[in-house]
């Protein structure tokens, strides 16, 4: 059955550095999200992607945040300077339309860990 | 604004008993209403989503849920539950019919069955 991957699984790095967490959709999706959910806080939507273009971005999704589909199977969430409040769990997801009864099927996840 | 509430963010349940987690929403339109699973290091998985039509939804691995519009609650069943059902479970809702169709949260439970 086809899914959503995503590398790598933890990911640690130091306040103020760049990261960029990959996704590789499910191979014949059109639309792509992120969302992150913090240590016993609730998941939270931060982008919507289709046609190379965002879609939707959440409060959440600042000027620090950027998200790309670099080539035909990758989608990219980077984040340029890393704070401690971004250590969260970060889910990519994937669905073949946009319309809300569509399933999203999600990635196992990027743990991201800024010290 | 949507928002979700799952009142319990933990429940012990033994094997073979039944069990129901619950699931209530606020919005001022309609909506979807998904519960989706995560199982241990994995990523979410949807068990079931109610889009319209009939109440009471069935979904993977035994579970159902039934929509209550005058209640706005969606609450998850399972008449008899596993070892293996012990995962956290997230309910959401997205837009009807709405410009895209992000998925809000709520906090997760955490079901710990028992033997």
């Known amino acids: 059955e086809p899914e959503v991957t995503q590398t790598p699984s933890h990911q640690v790095t130091q306040m103020g550095q760049e990261v960029i967490l990959r996704c590789v959709p499910i191979?014949?999706?059109?639309?792509f999200y992120w969302y992150r959910q913090i240590l016993g806080q609730k998941v939270e939507f931060l982008v919507s992607?289709?046609?190379?273009?965002?879609?939707?971005k959440s409060e959440i999704f600042d000027d620090q945040f950027s998200v790309e589909r670099p080539d035909g199977s990758n989608f990219t969430l980077k984040i340029r300077s890393t704070k401690l409040e971004d250590s969260a769990m970060y889910f990519c997801a994937s669905s073949e339309e946009v319309r809300g009864a569509d399933t999203q099927y999600f990635g196992p996840g990027t743990r991201l860990t800024v010290l | 604004a949507q928002s979700v509430t799952q009142l319990d963010s933990q429940v012990p349940v033994f094997e073979e008993a039944p069990v129901e987690l619950r699931c209530n929403y606020s919005s001022s339109v309609s909506v979807y209403l998904f519960w989706y699973v995560q199982y241990p290091n994995q990523g979410l998985q949807l068990l079931l989503k109610?889009?319209?039509?009939?109440?009471l939804v069935k979904g993977i691995n035994g579970f159902e849920a039934e929509f209550n519009k005058s209640q706005t609650s969606f609450h998850l069943r399972k008449p008899s539950v596993h070892i293996s059902d012990t995962a956290e479970y997230f309910c959401a809702v997205s837009d009807y019919g709405g410009a895209t169709n992000k998925l809000i949260f709520g906090t997760g439970t955490l079901l710990a069955v028992q033997p």
């Open positions: 109610y889009l319209s039509g009939s109440t």
């Open positions: 992607f289709y046609n190379n273009e965002i879609s939707e």
């Open positions: 191979s014949n999706h059109l639309y």
